[in-house]
């Protein structure tokens, strides 16, 4: 039996990941323990648990495979830094944290409490868009494709481009830093108001309010290259030994000031965070959006003309642009892509594993991803202490029941907290730790803001459809398991649909096959029985917080905010009326 242990640490998105004999077993980002949202630092308590759901010890670890690689690029690093002396300090600060993976071994024993004599495992260093390429491209089950990752920065490059072939990933070409697509989206955003790490989804959503008013400011911004692009200087404060970015004692990100006075000098001030939105910042967040679907596009157009296969494997934090995603399938040669779950830094523990193991080892065992469910699960006997130990009255049901009342209320336009199976691997709840609702019923989204997400009134919801429905529902029939992509809803739908139809008469949907979640399918499937709509409102079970993991969380969450049911495991509970 041969174990590979996957980690991202001192990095946004902390996670830890275990391949046995080739296959993925289990994965989990240390946020969903900790509770600390885009942890980064180290993930002791997703290696311990990994460990413990794989069912190995640290003794039985052959190889742990890390998500960086300080001497990757090493050349274009020297190369700036030698053109820019003043960042040579900088950069013996980038090369002396990572010193910290130099004895791997220490770092876990002291981290995780084991002895250092029970550590027998090899350490391999992945190059961040290595491993971002792996986790798609070894998730795909495929034999060939091309491939781009695409994220703010990692070992020194922003973008990668490659062939993969068998079990090799060939990279083609990078776009190094300072120029970086993600950073084009990171600082615009701080400019209108959303200056914390990850909010960039928000400003997805709020693009379709906005008009192309800026265009002129924003085609000025990116400069387009033989070999990708370059950022114009002018917009953006200098490059530094972080780009921008630091973690904090407590492993949170904290990201600093991108954008240059130029933004002032030609947009006015920016948004204070929290207030009011004006059409101004509507109009950046299109005009910005717009950009980088350009750019998104332009460099998928590119890769297809050195790579002429049908199919795409994406990863990076911009692979989680799921309206550039959709779009990508009219306006490029590709007609499947590859995006696991987790695409973000998170993914890099999966992506490193997988490179370890196809790559190096050679092991010749490809797997094929059918399902996001990489996460922790939890029995019948801990779901009723916990629920016993809280005083919350429940009914066990078998399935038939449960899937019967549950659908039910989401007819009746109640809001239910659904936990069930393994938890989700990425971002993005996806049938067992969600939030369920009507999609049609009237003013569900400010009932679901107003009640339990309280976000911004502009971020849409997303529909779960069932896969043999989608055609029918959207204009695009590719799937989305994972909900990555956004399709214009068919306008026949749009009225029964309206609380998760967007503005611009979209959703980020997520199909349902019955393969992947037999569960979820067959309860979207008995809702359609009784209202003529094979879809439901899904949104992370969550408020303001990691999505919950084990079921105190749940039921907790559940009794805090103003949830009509919970269905966790086989058990049914329902608040009072008084």
């Not at 080739?22 to 460990?51: D, H, M, Q, T, W």
């Not at 006015?268 to 910005?288: K, N």
Request: with cysteine; aromatic share 10%.
């Amino acid at each position: 039996m041969s174990v590979i242990l996957g980690i991202n640490a001192f990095h946004a998105g902390a996670s830890a990941a275990i391949i046995v004999d080739g296959i993925p077993k289990v994965a989990i980002a240390e946020e969903r323990l900790n509770r600390v949202k885009y942890f980064a630092g180290f993930p002791k308590l997703s290696i311990l648990r990994c460990l413990e759901y794989a069912n190995v010890d640290f003794s039985d670890i052959d190889a742990v495979a890390v998500g960086r690689d300080s001497s990757a690029n090493l050349r274009k690093k020297l190369e700036f830094a030698l053109r820019h002396p003043t960042k040579l300090l900088n950069f013996a600060k980038m090369r002396g944290k990572s010193k910290t993976f130099d004895d791997l071994k220490l770092l876990i024993a002291e981290k995780c409490g084991v002895e250092a004599s029970k550590l027998t495992f090899d350490t391999h260093n992945v190059e961040h868009h290595l491993a971002h390429t792996a986790s798609a491209y070894f998730a795909s089950g495929w034999d060939e494709c091309a491939a781009i990752t695409i994220d703010g920065s990692g070992d020194f490059a922003s973008c990668m481009m490659s062939r993969c072939e068998g079990d090799s990933i060939n990279p083609l070409g990078r776009v190094f830093v300072p120029h970086s697509l993600g950073t084009v989206y990171t600082a615009v955003c701080q400019f209108i108001g959303y200056p914390k790490y990850g909010d960039e989804g928000k400003v997805m959503g709020l693009a379709p309010l906005g008009t192309n008013t800026y265009k002129s400011f924003f085609d000025n911004m990116i400069v387009k290259k033989s070999n990708g692009f370059e950022l114009n200087p002018k917009y953006f404060l200098p490059f530094g030994d972080n780009q921008g970015m630091e973690i904090n004692d407590e492993g949170e990100m904290v990201v600093h000031r991108l954008y240059s006075d130029k933004f002032v000098e030609e947009l006015g001030d920016p948004r204070e965070p929290y207030s009011e939105i004006t059409q101004r910042d509507e109009d950046i967040a299109f005009g910005l959006q717009k950009l980088f679907e350009e750019f998104y596009i332009g460099m998928l157009n590119d890769l297809a003309d050195q790579v002429p296969s049908k199919r795409l494997a994406l990863a990076g934090g911009c692979a989680l642009n799921s309206v550039a995603n959709g779009k990508a399938f009219l306006e490029t040669p590709f007609e499947e892509h590859c995006i696991q779950p987790a695409a973000g830094d998170d993914g890099l523990a999966l992506g490193a594993a997988l490179y370890l193991s196809n790559s190096v080892f050679k092991e010749g065992k490809r797997w094929h991803m059918t399902d996001a469910f990489l996460g922790d699960s939890f029995g019948d006997e801990e779901i009723e202490a916990e629920l016993k130990k809280r005083d919350v009255p429940f009914s066990k049901l078998n399935r038939d029941e449960l899937i019967d009342k549950t659908t039910d209320e989401i007819k009746d336009g109640n809001v239910i907290g659904w936990f069930q199976g393994r938890m989700e691997w990425g971002p993005r709840a996806l049938g067992n730790r969600s939030i369920l609702a009507h999609p049609g019923y009237p003013d569900m989204k400010d009932i679901l803001n107003s009640r339990i997400k309280h976000r911004e009134w502009f971020r849409p919801f997303a529909p779960s459809v069932l896969e043999d429905r989608q055609g029918e529902i959207f204009e695009q029939d590719q799937p989305s398991p994972y909900m990555l992509h956004v399709y214009k809803i068919r306008p026949e739908w749009r009225e029964k649909l309206s609380a998760v139809n967007h503005v611009d008469n979209t959703g980020r949907l997520q199909t349902v096959s019955r393969i992947e979640n037999e569960l979820y399918y067959d309860l979207i499937t008995a809702f359609d029985k009784k209202t003529g709509i094979p879809v439901v409102l899904n949104t992370s079970f969550n408020e303001n917080e990691p999505v919950v993991c084990k079921p105190a969380e749940a039921i907790d969450c559940y009794l805090r905010t103003k949830m009509d049911v919970l269905v966790i495991g086989p058990y049914y509970c329902k608040k009072s009326d008084g």
